[in-house]
């Protein structure tokens, strides 16, 4: 059976991507891969803060991890399939 997932996130990615977390956000982070979440990507919109997207276990669903480290799961935008 081929994987559909083309997207995948290697060690070294994933380091490069909690560099540009806050502490706060590096701290929820922690707390949330205890329950299978993943940080998948950081969006960098124009003249904005970089916006840290997390996936559950399952990548059923995702949230964004705000400045303050609060889990947003109503960030207000649609992620592909």
């Known amino acids: ?4 997932e083309r997207r995948r ?6 380091e490069g991507l909690r560099r540009e977390l806050n502490e706060a956000q590096k701290f929820e982070l922690a707390s949330l891969e205890r329950f299978g ?8 919109p124009l ?3 970089p ?4 996936f559950d276990g399952e990548r059923k669903k995702y949230a964004v991890l ?3 480290g609060t889990l947003n799961e109503n960030p207000g935008f649609k992620i592909r399939d």
Do not use: G, H, N, Y
């Not at 996130?9 to 994933?14: D, R």
């Not at 979440?37 to 960098?44: C, G, M, T």
């Not at 916006?51 to 997390?54: A, C, Q």
């Open 1 to 4: 059976m081929v994987d559909k």
């Open 9 to 14: 996130v290697s060690a070294s990615q994933t």
């Open 37 to 44: 979440w993943e940080l998948k990507f950081v969006r960098r």
């Open 47 to 49: 003249f904005q803060v």
């Open 51 to 54: 916006i840290p997207v997390v």
């Open 66 to 68: 705000e400045p303050d």
